[in-house]
């Protein structure tokens, strides 16, 4: 039996790690892969300790740290948490591949994923116009009419990336101002090929084998309008990843795990969150490495007084 | 040894890592960036069917993304 499994690999999940196997804490650590969201960051310009590295960078040495421990760490990369269940001491794992693992305590830092759309030919036309990178994907728009769908930073980013290669960008923001840095909504506004549309909630995803256009409604009008156009970006913000123990903790109505911000502890005795999963205000990756060795410090002194 | 062509844009992480998962295997490979060559953007949307990269043909095989399970098993290694 483990003393902690921690779930996830991104900074709060090897942050927790290195404590952890420094604490000698008997700790199995389960993620798909290391680095967290910021893995496909072109550039992380506020990790402290470097002025500037790609995100794949930073998934590299949180590996690297953390696997400097490996004789203090079990780590179980390339699968995933499918369901945990309470036992009467401790709790078991159960992963993707069908490992198990029993354990007293149990960290979760399993961060957030992109939120969908959830609208009629989102499914059918993922991959073919419909893109969730404009780092990646940016490029093939080339000369191309496309939408970005959401008014938040990672919004506007992605239309100043687009802005390279597009003949035309529309952004698509449900409310009736964006959201972003004031400064990068500045740059966005003053982009020449740029056409804002407030209050506009996407209905549907237009296409045959590609995409063709999308069908939005003004939320102040009811007025239904087409655009006709090739490419669409999603950037409406993320979910939190907790599937697999949605039963054993509160949560927010956003599906956050609630923690008490002093120790990082759930309403479930036993089990700890850090990072985005958590109901943490302010969701960087500096903070959930802070977030998660607090917890870590907090698991110590709970082993020691119950087991 | 296999003909391998990778479709890829410069800012690409799962290109990256696909390249650099064909060098830890001494695979040899042909690349295309889409973002500055027309006809090879072209070429991979028709081969397969969609706008993402990267893309990875092998032998005329031709995948979508980096999952090193199933690219491993299409080289034979």
Known sequence: MYDLVIIGG?????GAGVYAARKKIKTLLITEDFGGQSMFSPDVRNWIGSKSLTGLELAKILEEHLLDYKDDIDVW????????????KGFTITTKKGQKAETKTILICSGSRRRRLSVPGEDKLDGKGLAWCATCDAPMFKDKVVAIIGGGNAGLEAALTLDAYASKLYLIQRSDRLKGDAVTQEKVMKLKKMTVI?????QEILGDKFVSGLRYKDAKTGKEETLELEGVFV??????NIDFAKSLVDLTDWNEIVVDHKTQQSSQ????????????LYKQNNVSVGDAIKAILNIFDYLHKNF | MKKVTIYSTPTCVYCKMVKEFFKENKIDYTEKDVSVDDKAREEMVDKSHQMGVPVIDIEGEI???????ILSNALGI
């Open chain 2, 63 to 69: 995948f979508v993304g980096f999952d090193k399970d």
């Open chain 1, 269 to 280: 005795a036993g089990i700890w969150a850090a990072g985005d999963v958590s109901d943490v």
């Open chain 1, 198 to 202: 407030f209050n506009a909630l996407t």
């Open chain 1, 235 to 240: 950037e409406i913000g993320s979910v939190p």
């Open chain 1, 10 to 14: 991104g900074p709060a999940g090897v």
């Open chain 1, 77 to 88: 990369k390339g699968d995933l948490v499918k369901k945990v269940s309470k036992k009467s």
